[in-house]
């Protein structure tokens, strides 16, 4: 953050980390250029294990073995259990990226698509096109997609529009808004429920809920396609974003378009959200939880962090379905509740390091 | 050959009628600003509180636009050069920022390579080494794996001196760099920029409130009023009674000289 005028005042808010680092500790950190081929390397063995886990656990676990033979085991497989898993790591990878972004582009370790209000925004956009009969799944995908995306991108705009002024983005502003508009929102998806018939309320009460459900290639394609872009975006944003996370007028001086990066993030950020929240419901946590891990491990540079985002975020979605799917045995419960359970206790650990929340 | 001599006399950095505002609308904060930074000199700029110093000092390091005006940097239009290329010859460290990620200060140092590298490669070896000179330049080598959050409000001060200094800058802006100092920092942080100045002729511009810093190291002062620079000259010159009530509005002030150096306070 900037402190403006009254730079004695606000120095002191920097002695108290709001992450304590481990650096400080082992003295010697290795060059990123060296961490980060180490990293990938390690978080893409991890990702083999979760996907190789996920494929296997569920109601009826597979034995790999019976692919060859059993045509209904095969069925099972190809049409239920891979496109499944494969869709919880893409939404996993997505959210787990654009929380790393967020986080850097408003210098806050709370930020996060839930936190912010844009899963808020897209659930309410999501609900809109199913209330009005566009969410039938197989032709009106794209539709949900749209509209989950504009009302993703509604949100973020309301959110970042409250939350600054002038050259500074009030961190505890930002947060307060999301919650908000997530509370807004929320009550305009009770209301179209009530107000639209019985079928399509309980279509949308199960997909905010939020399950990784789906039968066949067919949206995993359409989602690629949606998704892929935006990883590219973040991607390439990697630089300029590690020199934002810094401060905005240090990375302006620097070379970088401030406000450039900052529109395509948006861009980029809305369209996964919009995406993940029209195939999945509101999966929240999934974008704090796993850039946190990451900066644990190999520490803080956002060059870093996105990529690895994208990797951990896919197998800890992998792994947070699979459990939602094996815990109640028969049942099933909705993966965003166990991001959720396991999310919120790290939201409130940061929030209890973060000592003194400047301008909350 | 006349002509890099012309220009190695004349002035490095040059405002021309710098106008602007933060938004359309809003009051101008600058109004008519002009001042020639003299090539290899240590100049500050001084003035009241709102009186235009940052928002001047960001138009001069291009992290701003002028409304109306312009900025030429060696002669040529600042807005003409690729912010990159911009920023491997200006260095601009704004006032002290806290920090949220616990970077260590080596990565923070790093950050002013980021003009030298391509947006897929990191900073590579001789990257590496110019950001641990940076850092000894400033006697700051010791911090290099300490993380900036858990650094006091001067070492903080140092680490981004030191981030200017590794983007190899033939000019460093450095807006309030003495606030969060102690006496002892202060005195410091002004013997580095001297010696940058003297041994690497470095051009140096400090926005500051600290009078008693200016002299004898200086060789330049800019005194703004009202969104205008009102006087500049060397210290001695401008570290008048009379020019300084204008500037501060305050008839008050007394600038006195003692020990070869001005002392100014407010009776």
């Known amino acids: 953050m900037n402190c403006g005028e009254d730079t004695r005042r606000c120095a002191g808010v920097g002695e108290h980390d709001l992450i304590s680092s481990r650096h400080s500790q082992d003295g010697k950190q290795k060059p990123a250029a060296k961490r980060l081929p180490r990293a990938l390397l390690l978080l893409a063995a991890v990702l083999v294990v979760s996907t190789a886990v996920a494929l296997w656990a569920g109601y009826a676990p597979i034995a790999f073995a019976d692919l060859r033979g059993d045509e209904m085991a095969r069925l099972l497989f190809f049409r239920l259990r891979l496109p499944r898993v494969l869709m919880a790591g893409m939404v996993g990878a997505s959210l787990a990226m654009v929380g790393a972004s967020l986080q850097a582009l408003f210098r806050n370790p709370l930020a996060e698509p839930l936190t912010l209000g844009v899963s808020g925004g897209g ?123 810094l401060d905005e007028e240090t990375a302006a001086s620097l070379g970088v378009d401030v406000r450039r990066s900052e529109r395509l993030v948006y861009a980029a950020s809305s369209l996964m959200v919009g995406v993940t929240v029209a195939v999945g419901g509101t999966i929240g946590f999934v974008g704090l939880i796993v850039p946190h891990a990451v900066r644990l491990m190999f520490g803080e540079d956002v060059r870093v962090i996105l990529p690895c985002s994208f990797l951990l975020g896919a197998s800890f979605l992998m792994l947070a379905d699979a459990v939602a799917r094996t815990v109640l045995g028969a049942g099933e419960l909705p993966v965003g509740a166990i991001t959720a359970l396991t999310g919120g206790p790290v939201f409130l650990w940061l929030l209890r390091r973060q000592q003194r929340l400047a301008a909350m | 050959m006349n002509v890099s001599n012309e220009r190695r006399a004349g002035a490095l950095l040059e405002a021309r009628e710098l106008h602007f505002a933060y938004a359309p609308g809003l009051p101008e904060v600058v109004r008519g600003a002009s001042l020639a930074l003299g090539r290899g000199l240590l100049a500050a700029l001084i003035g009241a509180n709102g009186s235009g110093k940052s928002s001047l000092i960001r138009l001069l390091g291009g992290v701003s636009q002028p409304a109306r005006g312009e900025v030429l940097f060696d002669g040529v239009p600042l807005r003409s050069l690729e912010p990159r290329v911009r920023a491997r010859r200006i260095a601009y460290v704004p006032q002290a920022s806290a920090g949220v990620f616990p970077l260590t200060a080596l990565e923070v140092v790093l950050m002013g390579r980021s003009p030298y590298t391509s947006r897929f490669r990191f900073e590579n070896e001789r990257d590496i080494s110019v950001a641990h000179d940076a850092l000894a330049a400033v006697d700051a080598a010791h911090l290099a794996a300490r993380s900036v959050t858990e650094l006091s409000g001067g070492e903080r001060q140092l680490v981004a001196l030191a981030r200017a200094l590794a983007q190899e800058p033939e000019c460093l802006l450095l807006d309030e760099p003495s606030a969060a100092l102690d006496l002892k920092h202060r005195a410091g942080l002004i013997r580095h920029l001297a010696r940058l100045r003297d041994e690497r002729g470095i051009t140096a511009l400090i926005v500051t409130h600290d009078l008693q810093l200016l002299d004898p190291a200086f060789d330049q002062v800019f005194a703004m009023r009202g969104g205008a620079v009102a006087a500049s000259g060397a210290p001695a010159e401008v570290l008048r009674d009379e020019v300084l009530a204008e500037v501060y509005a305050d008839e008050h002030v007394r600038a006195r000289q003692a020990f070869g150096r001005t002392f100014v306070w407010s009776e």
């Open chain 1, 123 to 245: 659930a309410l956009g999501a609900s809109l096109a199913i209330a009005f009969g566009f969410g039938a799944k197989v032709a009106g995908v794209p539709v949900i997609f749209l509209a989950a995306f504009a009302g993703a991108g509604a949100a973020m705009l309301v959110v970042y529009r409250l939350a600054r002024t002038g050259a500074v983005v009030m961190p505890g502003a930002l947060l307060l808004a999301g919650v908000v508009l997530n509370f807004v929102a929320a009550s305009f998806v009770v209301i179209i429920q009530y107000f639209t018939d019985y079928s399509r309320a309980l279509q949308i009460l199960r997909w905010t809920i939020g399950s990784l459900d789906v039968v066949g290639f067919d949206l995993i394609w359409r989602m690629l396609l949606f998704l892929a872009p935006g990883w590219i975006i973040l991607a390439l944003m990697a630089r300029d974003l590690h020199l934002i996370a």
